[in-house]
């Protein structure tokens, strides 16, 4: 007597369409928490920096320009961060204590380096896959009328950086298909190109 109901090839076939569905709940599974995941973390991602560095402080309350520090900006692709003998041209002589008379914290760890000769290990809060182009240079023209907040929030009331943008390619794309409204003025260029090799080249 044969226990078997079913022939031997519907059982194989039986067995690999479970392996199959089974493969693509795993994959699909980690690929939809990957992305949706990704998604939720990188927009407002706001990492600990090495030394308690203050926009607020610095480009808010002294009004120290974006440029000063990130001079690459309006040159090429990055924008650059200053160097600890960028930040010992104000702190050789800025040496401010707190209530205790303490020096202040972070600038006691910016002496550190500073006498260590060892760079700041600052944890990159934007960075896009390698695949996808970005440059500064080509966003920061008279005729966009962008300046950093537009892309990065309002960097100078922040005392720690936060990502206010996902970086996504819906949200480059969401921009570049902007139509002029009323109020844009004469002479200003809202769209710009959204064929793929414009960012992936
Ligand atoms: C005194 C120097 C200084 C000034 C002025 C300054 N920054 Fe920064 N900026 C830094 C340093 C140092 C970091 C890295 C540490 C951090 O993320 O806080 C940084 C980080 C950033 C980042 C995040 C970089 C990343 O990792 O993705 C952005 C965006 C930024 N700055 C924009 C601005 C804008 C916009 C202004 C003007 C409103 C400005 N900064 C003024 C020194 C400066
Ligand atoms: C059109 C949007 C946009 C504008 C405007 C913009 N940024 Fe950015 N910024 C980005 C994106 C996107 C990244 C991530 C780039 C990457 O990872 O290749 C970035 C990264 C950075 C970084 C870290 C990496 C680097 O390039 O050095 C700093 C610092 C920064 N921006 C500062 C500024 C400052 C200062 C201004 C204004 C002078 C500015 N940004 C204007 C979109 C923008
Ligand atoms: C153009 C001058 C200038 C540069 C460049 C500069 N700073 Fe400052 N920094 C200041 C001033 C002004 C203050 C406010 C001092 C005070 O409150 O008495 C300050 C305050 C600080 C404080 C104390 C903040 C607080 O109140 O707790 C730290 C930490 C600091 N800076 C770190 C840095 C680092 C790190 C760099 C380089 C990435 C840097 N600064 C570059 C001018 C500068
Ligand atoms: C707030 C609006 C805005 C956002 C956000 C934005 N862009 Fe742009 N982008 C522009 C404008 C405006 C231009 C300039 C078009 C011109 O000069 O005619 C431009 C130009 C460019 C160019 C140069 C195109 C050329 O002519 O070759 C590249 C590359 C680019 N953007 C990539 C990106 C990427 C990647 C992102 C997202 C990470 C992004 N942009 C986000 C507005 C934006
Ligand atoms: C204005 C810039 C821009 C244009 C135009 C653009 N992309 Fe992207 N693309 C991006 C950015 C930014 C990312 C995300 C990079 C990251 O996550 O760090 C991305 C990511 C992707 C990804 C990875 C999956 C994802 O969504 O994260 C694919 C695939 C892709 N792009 C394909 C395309 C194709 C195909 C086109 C043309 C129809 C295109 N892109 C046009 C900027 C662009």
Request: aromatic share 8%; glycine share 6%; proline share 4%.
């Amino acid at each position: 007597m044969d226990s078997t109901i079913f022939t031997r090839a519907f059982d194989r076939r039986v067995r690999t369409l479970l392996a199959v569905l089974g493969i693509s709940v795993v994959v699909g599974g980690a690929f939809g928490t990957h992305t949706l995941w990704q998604a939720n973390l990188e927009q407002g991602y706001m990492p600990a920096q090495p030394i308690d560095f203050s926009h607020a402080v610095m480009a808010g309350k002294h009004n120290i320009d974006c440029l000063y520090c990130h001079t690459q900006a309006l040159k090429g692709p990055h924008a650059g961060l200053p160097t600890v003998s960028d930040c010992m041209k104000c702190h050789k002589e800025i040496q401010t204590k707190d209530a205790e008379g303490k020096l202040k914290h972070g600038l006691a760890r910016l002496n550190e380096h500073w006498r260590e000769k060892k760079p700041i290990e600052w944890v990159k809060v934007h960075d896009l896959a390698d695949f996808a182009y970005f440059d500064h240079s080509r966003h920061l023209q008279p005729h966009t009328g962008l300046w950093c907040q537009d892309c990065h929030g309002d960097i100078e009331k922040m005392d720690r950086v936060k990502r206010v943008n996902s970086l996504k390619m819906g949200w480059c794309l969401e921009c570049h298909m902007q139509a002029p409204t009323a109020t844009t003025p004469a002479g200003w260029t809202t769209r710009a190109p959204i064929n793929c090799s414009t960012c992936h080249r």
